[in-house]
C-alpha cells in the first residue's frame, strides 16, 4: 500500500521523474537560526538530550515547515548516534563541538565495539522517525540520514572534531587492514540503522560524508566510497509502495563526482564550489543532483539572496532531477527571513524550468 | 649579472626546463616540527617578534636546510605582515591564531587603508630578505611569498580566522563594489611588496590563496583569480639575469585548475585532493606544477612515506615541470625524521622520471 502524500515533489525529483517546479529543503533546517528551536532546546537541556527526547526531537523537526513552504522534513538527530550507541561515550563540550569518552585507537578497540542493534539502543531514533510521520500527516516526505562510516570513523578516532585527523590518517596510511576492520563495521550498523529508519517511517535519506574530502583520491575510493557502496546495497529499495531514494553528500568532494555518480546513489549532494551545469554535465543522467546555494548568501540581503537562488537554476537549466538545498548546513546567524526569501525564491523561478 | 647559484633545481623545474631530478621543499619547512625552531621562538618571544627580528628570522629560515637537502629556502614571515602594516594592528591570541584589533568593514574604513610603503613599514621583510640572502651563500634559491589579496581581505574583513566568513562573505555579495575597492588596494600593495622582495633578493615567489577555496567557481574568477592576475602582470619578471618565476597556490582549488593557468604564474601548488598526473593532463604544458603529498602522510612510518612519494612521483610521470611538496603546511606534529624520510624517497625515486 501506499500512504498518501499530498506533497511528493522531493521523491520524484531524486527519481530524476517530471515535477512542475524543483523542490526546496535546507541542511539543518531544523536548528539554531530558528527563535523557536532555541526555545525548545533550552527546554530539553543538552543538544543530546534533545534528539533523545522523542517528543522535542519530532517539535524541532516540524518548526521549519511551520514557517516555510519546504518540500521535506529531515529528521533531528546527529550523524554520531551509531558510535554512541557503540559505547564510545558521546558528549557535547560547551563550543567545542562533539567529544567521545572513549575513542578508538587499538586493535583491541575496533575487536570490541558492537554492531548497534536498532531496535534496542538506537530505539529513540525510530521512535522518533515514527512519530515525525503521524505528525507529518502525509504533508510532505521525511528524510531520514546517517553519517558515512568514514566521516564516523573519523570522529571515533580522534575523539572528536580535528584539524589535521593526525590519528585517522595515521590509522589509515600505517595499519590499513584495521581502517577496513573499523569501517566494515560501521558499514553493517549503518546498513541496519538506516533499514529500521525507513521501516519507521522514512521515505528518502541522506549520507553525509563530511570528511571525504580530506582523502586522496586513491584513499577516497578505497575508505570512503567503497563503504558507501556497500551500504546502498544493502539498504531497502522500496517501502510502502514507492522507491526510498538516497542522496550521498561528500562535502569539498567535488574532484570525484563521476566516481560517486556509479555507486547506485540516486542523487548527489553537491556544495557551491562546484558549478551546479557542470556537475550535471558530468555526471549526465545517472543521478539527480541537491544543491548549491553557497550557505553565505543568506548573510546578504533578500535581493541578492533572490538573485543567486536565480543563478543556481539556471545553471542546472531545464529539466528534471534537481533538488534545491545549501550547498552546505545553514549558518546559525542566518536570519529566518532570509531563509524564507530563499525558499521563496525557488518556488517563484523555478517552475520556468520544468514542462 | 647572474648570481650564482649551487642548485636552482627549483628554479629550472618552475620553468619546466629539464633536471637532473625532482626538486623538493616543504610549505612551512621552518616551523614548530623543528625542536631547534622552537627554541629560536622562545628565545624571540611571540610568533610576530620572531618575524620582525631580521638575525632571527634568518636563523629560522635556514635551520631546515641544515638538517636536509631541501632545493629551497623560503622567507620566514607570516602573510598578514601587509594589513599589519596598513595599520589594522596584528596580534596572535594563545591558541587562536591571528586576530586584528581594528577589523575592516566600513566604506571609511576601506577607504583610509593606505598601501603600504614596502621600504618603510615592512622595512623588517626585506631587511630578512637581503639577510637570508647573503648567508644561503648561492646554496639553494630563496622564495619570497605572500597572502592573495581575497584571502588577505577576509582576515582582515573578520578580524582574524573564521568557519563561516559571514562578513567577507556579507560585503562580497551584498557591497561587491566596496569588496572591489579593497581587493585593489591590496592587489596594488601585494605588488609591491612582492617587487621590493624580489629587489631584495627574493629568487622565486609564492602567492598563498588560503581561502580561494570557500568561494562558488563565480566569486573566484571575480574575487580571487582577477587580482592575482592583476599582481602578476606587475611583478618583475627578471632580476640578476634571470627569469623570477612564481607559483599561486589555492587550497581546495582544485576545480579551477584551468583558470588559474591562464593567469601568468609560472607554477601552481596543488594540494593532495587532486590526482597529480590528471592536474598535469588539465593544465598541459602551460604551467609547472608543485605539490602534493597528503601532510598528513607524514604521521604514518617511513616505508609507508617512502611509498606515497613514489606515487605522487609516478602520478606526475616522466618530465620536467613538477616540484615536489606536500600538499600543504607540514603539521608541527611531525617527528623531524619523518620529513627526512619524504625527502629522501624524493632524492632517490625521482632521478627515473628525467633524462
Redesign the interface.
Known amino acids: 500500500m501506499t500512504a498518501q502524500l499530498d506533497n511528493d515533489l522531493l521523491l520524484r525529483a531524486l527519481l530524476r521523474q517530471p515535477t512542475e517546479r524543483t523542490p526546496v529543503w535546507m541542511m539543518r533546517q531544523a536548528g539554531r537560526y530558528l527563535p523557536e528551536y532555541r526555545a525548545t532546546r533550552q527546554q530539553a537541556g543538552s543538544f543530546l538530550d534533545l534528539c533523545k527526547h522523542t517528543e522535542l526531537a519530532c517539535e524541532v523537526t516540524l518548526q521549519p515547515l511551520e514557517r516555510f513552504p519546504l518540500d521535506a522534513a529531515i529528521l533531528f538527530s546527529d550523524i554520531l548516534t551509531i558510535p554512541d550507541a557503540m559505547g564510545l561515550g558521546l558528549y557535547f563540550a560547551q563550543g567545542e563541538g562533539p567529544k567521545f569518552e572513549r575513542p578508538v585507537r587499538t586493535e583491541a578497540d575496533i575487536q570490541r565495539l558492537p554492531v548497534p542493534d536498532p531496535g534496542a539502543e538506537l530505539r529513540y531514533v525510530t521512535d522518533a522517525v515514527s512519530l515525525i510521520r503521524r505528525e507529518l500527516k502525509g504533508r510532505v516526505p521525511l528524510i531520514g540520514f546517517t553519517g558515512s562510516p568514514w566521516t564516523l570513523a573519523t570522529y571515533m578516532i580522534e575523539g572528536g572534531s580535528s584539524k589535521?585527523?593526525?590519528h585517522a590518517?595515521?590509522m589509515l596510511?600505517?595499519r590499513p587492514e584495521l581502517m577496513h576492520r573499523l569501517l566494515d563495521k560501521l558499514a553493517q550498523s549503518v546498513t541496519s540503522y538506516l533499514n529500521a529508519q525507513i521501516a519507521a517511517g522514512a521515505q528518502a535519506l541522506m549520507m553525509f560524508d563530511t570528511w571525504g574530502?580530506?582523502?586522496?583520491?586513491?584513499?577516497y575510493r578505497e575508505f570512503s566510497l567503497r563503504y558507501a557502496e556497500q551500504i546502498i546495497a544493502g539498504v531497502t529499495k522500496h517501502h510502502e509502495g514507492r522507491d526510498v531514494p538516497l542522496v550521498f553528500f561528500t562535502k569539498?568532494g567535488?574532484?570525484w563526482l563521476e566516481d560517486m555518480a556509479t555507486i547506485g546513489a540516486h542523487g548527489l549532494g553537491i556544495d557551491?564550489?562546484?558549478?551546479l551545469g557542470?556537475a550535471r554535465r558530468r555526471v549526465g543522467d545517472r543521478v539527480a543532483l541537491q544543491g548549491n546555494l553557497?550557505?553565505?548568501?543568506l548573510?546578504?540581503?533578500p535581493d541578492?539572496i533572490r538573485r543567486?537562488v536565480g543563478?543556481v537554476l539556471r545553471s542546472y537549466g531545464h529539466g528534471h532531477g534537481h533538488v534545491f538545498n545549501l550547498g552546505h548546513g545553514i549558518?546559525p546567524?542566518v536570519d529566518p527571513e532570509h531563509a524564507g526569501a530563499m525558499i521563496a525564491a525557488v518556488h517563484e523561478l523555478s517552475p520556468q524550468y520544468h514542462g
Chains 1, 2 share one sequence.
Request: no cysteine; aromatic share 12%; net charge negative.
Open positions: 589535521n585527523f593526525a590518517k595515521g596510511y600505517d574530502g580530506i582523502l586522496t583520491p586513491a584513499a569539498n567535488g574532484a557551491w564550489t562546484q558549478d557542470d553557497d550557505p553565505s548568501i548573510y546578504a540581503s541578492v543567486e543563478t549558518h546567524e
